[in-house]
Structure formats: C-alpha cells, structure tokens
C-alpha cells in the first residue's frame, strides 16, 4: 500500500505540471519535501564554512594582541623629519653623535598624567626617548610603565628610592641598585618586555669607585650633555629658552629632563616642534637584543 500510495502521488505531480501554463512553478507540498533535503543539505556546508572562517578571524585577532603584548607597538602614524637613527649601546662609548643630534631622556618617573602626556607628545612627533625610572615610582604604577616600554622607548634604571648613592656606604648603594633593578623587572613583568641594562646616578652624584663598581655588574652608565635644569621652579618656557640656549651651543647633547614635572610635560610639544624646525634629530638608544621599533640602526 506505501509503493502504491508513492506512486499515485509521483504521477499527480506530473499530471499538474503538465497541466501548469508554461514559465510556471508548481508549488505542491510533495515537491517542497522532496526539495527541502538538498536544500539543507547545501546550506549545512556552507554554515559551516562561515563559522570556520569567523572563529579563524577570532583566532588571528587574539594571536595579534598577544603578539603586541611583548613587543614594540608602533603608537605613532609614522616617522617623522625629527626622527633619527637608533644606536645599539654596548658601552657608553657607542654614544657619538653627529652635528644636530639629541637624545631625549626622563629621570624619576614614572608619574602618571605627567608621563602620559609626555607620551603623547613624542608619539605625535615619531620620536623614542629613555627613561630612567626610580624603582618605587615603578612599583606604584606598572600600567604606565609598561605603557613606555611598549610604545617603543627605552626603560632605564635610576635606584629604588633616589639617593645620593655618594652619601651611602658602598654596600648599601649597590644594594639599593640592585632594588631598583628588582622593582622594574616586576612591573614589567608579564609584558614579554625587559629594561634595558643603563644606569643613570641620581643627583648625578657618582664616585669613581661606585662608577666601576656598577660597570662590573654588566651596567651602562647614561651621562648628561644638557641639564635642562626642570627641577628649578619655573615656567615651562624658561626650561625651553634654556635648553635650547645650550643645545645651540653645544651643537648635539644627550639632554635630561624629569617626567615627573607638570612644567616639562608642558613644554614637551613646543621643545620638539622647535628642533624639528631647526633641524635637530631625536636618536634613540637601546640595548643589544632589545626590540626593533620603527627607526633606522646606526
């Protein structure tokens, strides 16, 4: 009875699409079943390639953010006619500048509003500077520093608490180095980033001796060319004139500012936009191994 029932159905079909006005489609509930297999039959492959491709996008975009997460993340829209060369630092006496070179660099941070600014600023001009960071300001605000390491500049080492070290015994001045280093080793830590192996004496207090002694720990010692002089309370166009006083003279420089001040981060933008225009470029220094960010190696 179920062939012949089969069979009586097959040859309605037929009859109504015989009997249909040509350029007509027969709409009859045994054609919509015997259609509807195919149809999901096509639409499941399909389903499935539109998932695939989605959850690889998903994928590729997870793979990017842990890719930039331990590495340098270009925060600039590109170089700039400021930005210079990088130089590769081993010793301090891989540091020759040519004629209207500057390298820009941050003692005792990092402090937050006043770095972040100071950030920005020399993102919009495609410039990388150093900064020398006291450990317990890197302890209290690992997000920023991260932030620095990740936009591409280099984070130095400036002790944990900022001393005069040549007011120390010498085991409690390369102790408190060696804090130092600790503190901005963790704050950096889960970055996939590190510090780089500079030291800067706080105050610019050095001796002799502490000089050797933290060269024989594998450190590079970072002096100062150009002391801005930012900690003097005064207005941040005073530090500028005076900068620039100095640079002019001098003709190149390793120059230091504080990105603790609300005066430097201030006059950041006006200091760039006048080297740009006199024809200065920003070098950046890093250490052996550290990662390449955008800018040409000496």
Do not use: W
Not at 2 to 15: Q, S, T
Not at 97 to 120: H, K, S, Y
Not at 161 to 176: Q, T
């Amino acid at each position: 009875m179920g062939r012949l029932a089969l069979i009586l159905m097959a040859a309605l079909v037929v009859a109504g699409c015989q009997s249909a006005a040509p350029g007509t489609t027969v709409s009859s509930p045994t054609v919509a079943a015997l259609q509807r297999p195919q149809a999901v039959a096509t639409a499941a492959p399909q389903r499935q390639k539109s998932q695939k491709r989605s959850t690889q996008r998903k994928r590729a975009r997870g793979k990017t953010r842990r890719h930039t997460a331990g590495t340098c993340v270009r925060a600039v829209a590109g170089a700039s006619s400021l930005t210079g060369r990088t130089i590769t630092v081993r010793s301090a006496g891989d540091i020759k500048l040519r004629r209207r070179e500057v390298v820009l660099t941050f003692d005792d941070g990092p402090a937050p509003g006043r770095t972040n600014r100071i950030l920005t600023a020399l993102g919009n001009y495609g410039v990388r500077a150093t900064f020398f960071v006291v450990g317990r300001a890197a302890k209290a605000y690992p997000s920023l520093l991260k932030r620095v390491a990740r936009e591409g500049h280099t984070v130095a080492h400036h002790t944990y608490s900022h001393p005069n070290l040549r007011k120390l015994s010498h085991g409690r001045a390369l102790a408190e180095v060696s804090r130092g280093e600790r503190a901005v080793a963790r704050a950096l830590s889960g970055s996939g980033l590190a510090a780089a192996n500079f030291f800067r004496f706080p105050y610019l207090a050095d001796s002799r001796v502490l000089r050797s002694a933290i060269r024989s720990r594998g450190s590079v010692i970072i002096d100062v060319d150009i002391d801005s002089k930012d900690y003097f309370k005064t207005s941040g166009s005073r530090v500028l004139a005076r900068t620039m006083a100095r640079l002019r003279k001098r003709g190149r420089g390793i120059i230091l500012f504080h990105d603790i001040h609300a005066r430097t981060a201030s006059m950041l933008p006006d200091l760039l936009a006048t080297l740009r225009r006199e024809g200065y470029k920003v070098v950046h220094l890093r250490a052996p191994g550290a990662s390449a960010c955008p800018g040409a190696t000496s």
